[in-house]
């Protein structure tokens, strides 16, 4: 994929439009992968699948490995019978351009209640014997999800290291008597990732069978409140008898922060993980490779170095750089997968060794035309300073604004400098012009995010780092996908190679 000219869109699923006041994997995901097709893009990025918990965030899941059971279609379910015409009636009103998440939970949740019900009722022998050997299949992952789960939801969604000491640590006994004491929540959750995956894998068969790959995005960290850390708390920097966090993981400051970010997760423990030869890690990506074609590793750079904040801090400032065993990582995970196709995402504090660590392995690496006007002439990111094809540029990623956004909260001399570099802003708006200089790279690989096809503003921006409220919350309509943005995209994508010639 990543050695001839290709171009996608980034759309995570949540922004899609549907009836049910958060984007899911139902029909207008389906007609978006037409859409993708019509304007011969090859990839489709998103962002983290996992089940999101305060904020949102789909960088900070209850687990590596779960799906969003809110992404799961109710229309997708009424096919299977597992939920009645009548109940998808009498919807609350749902704002069309974003997504209010409490209110969403607060009527999805029910459905997939009725659903996993209707399923212990009247599920076929086959269909039991799928969920079986889908339950069977994942066990290493599951057991502990679907347990860490119903525990949370048993204790008010408390933290796992607020909960009872012995079952924070658990101990066998409380292990035991959890299981007995929540199995049917434990069933339930466990259903919703059956659910799930044969949803993302039916939409995942159509998207390949159109020519379009899924390009996957894997957080280097995992969140604290997570499964993951819970059941596996060797392999992280956590205070054996409280829980918490004894070194955070974060940036110092940079571009979005001048204070850093400062992310909250543990750190991992990467002496103790190379002693299993990164087993946990290996298994991560070899599942995420069975739901994805493509993935992007989010801050890379914490695979060469990383930087470490002490337990107690209330910003990344006071943080130190630690080394990684990167290279020993990637050498491993090459002897036991394969070629694997990974983006480094290698933005913000960049060193040589990184460099090296990223050109060693031969992944490509990011280049944000957004970064691009605001130094001299050697900026990386601008285009004539590319100097390897094995790269992805975007206009910007789910981190920046909007192009328009962007470029309208410039000040005139900043503009200045934008319009100069591309000689003339076309009547197409300044989205398209990017979009444009873009495709026209050198660069192999070529996204755009779908709010800068569609020419949006600053109220359409996904995320903005370091904040926690008002993010990840837009959503398209159903309009969107349409032939005029598709045949423009297609055209344009022809013209700067990035489609198969033909005879």
Known sequence: ???????GILLHPTSFPSNFGIGDLGKEAYKFIDFLAAADQSIWQILPLGPTGFGNSPYLSYSALAGNPLLISPEKLQEQNLLAPEDLQNLPHYELDSVDYDLVIANKLPLLEKAASNFQKSASPADLAKFSTFCEHHQYWLDDYALFMAIKEANQN???????LDIAKRKP???QYWREQLKDAVLFH???QYVFFEQWQSLKQYANQKGVSIFGDIPIYVAHDSADVWSHSEIFCVDSQTGEATLMA????????????????PVYKWETLEKSDFDWWIK?????LEYVDLIRIDHFRGFEAFWAVPQGETTAIKGSWKKAPGLKFFQILHQKLGDIPIVAEDLGVITPEVEELRDTCGFPGMKILHFAFDSDRGNAFLPYNYTNRNCVVYTGTHDNNTTIGWFESRDEEAQSRVIDYLGCLCDDGVHWALIKLALSSVANTAIFPFQDILGLGTDA?????STTNGNWEWRCRSEAFNRELSSRLR???YLYGRTPIKE
């Open 491 to 493: 055209y344009l994508t």
């Open 461 to 465: 921006k996904m995320n903005t780092p």
């Open 190 to 192: 466990q259903f919703l």
């Open 1 to 7: 994929m990543f050695d001839s000219r290709v171009s």
């Open 284 to 288: 991560r990506i070899e599942f995420t």
């Open 250 to 265: 974060g940036v110092p400051p940079d571009y979005f922060s001048a204070t850093g970010q400062l992310w909250g997760n």
């Open 173 to 175: 006994a409380a292990l």
């Open 158 to 164: 408390k933290s796992w290291y607020q909960w009872d």
